[in-house]
């Protein structure tokens, strides 16, 4: 940047020239950084998973929770899908990527892959995905805008506080016994 006519480095109040399209570009920025940071705040960092997997993209291919996550309806707990699941599809397509290599390879040993567990309750809970999908309870109430995600952070609390409110406001049951054994 150049010393405008005024003797300043600042520039000329013509609003022409390159000082003020490093001011415009710059403010640009900001903007665009103050924007992306406040669409974040308040998410958690993204999770490494032992094979990079996007939610996002999945879905955009029509797959739903169930398809990966099967026992969801049917069982208290969700699971998380092995390798024969993942290649059941895989074996065609993506079948050079690295991370496809790795499932393949897991698949034929009979390895398990190593989740990194997002969601998990304490040991004096008791939860049931079966009797949440039963009542209707969607996917995303408890674990976020998983669809949108490359990759998943725990954006939703699972702590008694949450679950009370979400059973009050769907007028559920809030006795204690419903989730905790109480007298032993």
């Known amino acids: 940047m150049t010393k405008n006519t005024a003797g300043s480095w600042w520039p000329s109040r013509s609003r022409s020239g390159p000082g003020w399209i490093c001011i415009v570009l710059l403010h640009a920025l900001c903007t665009s950084a103050a924007l992306a940071n ?88 008791f939860f049931s995905h079966a009797s949440h999908a039963a009542a209707g309870v969607g996917c995303a109430s408890c674990h976020g805008a998983v669809a949108e995600r490359e990759a998943l952070a725990a954006e939703m609390p699972t702590n008694m506080q949450s679950c009370v409110a979400c059973h009050k406001e769907r007028h559920a049951s809030i006795s204690c016994v419903l989730c905790h054994q109480l007298g032993q």
């Open 38 to 125: 406040e669409a974040n705040k308040g998410r958690p960092d993204a999770v490494a998973q032992p094979v990079p997997f996007s939610h996002k993209l999945h879905s955009s291919a029509g797959l739903n929770c169930l398809d990966c996550h099967e026992g969801a309806k049917e069982r208290d707990q969700a699971g998380l899908p092995q390798a024969q699941k993942c290649m059941f599809c895989h074996v065609t397509i993506k079948a050079d990527s690295p991370a496809i290599r790795k499932l393949a390879k897991a698949k034929k040993t009979g390895e398990k892959i190593p989740w990194v567990r997002l969601y998990q309750v304490p040991d004096f809970v």
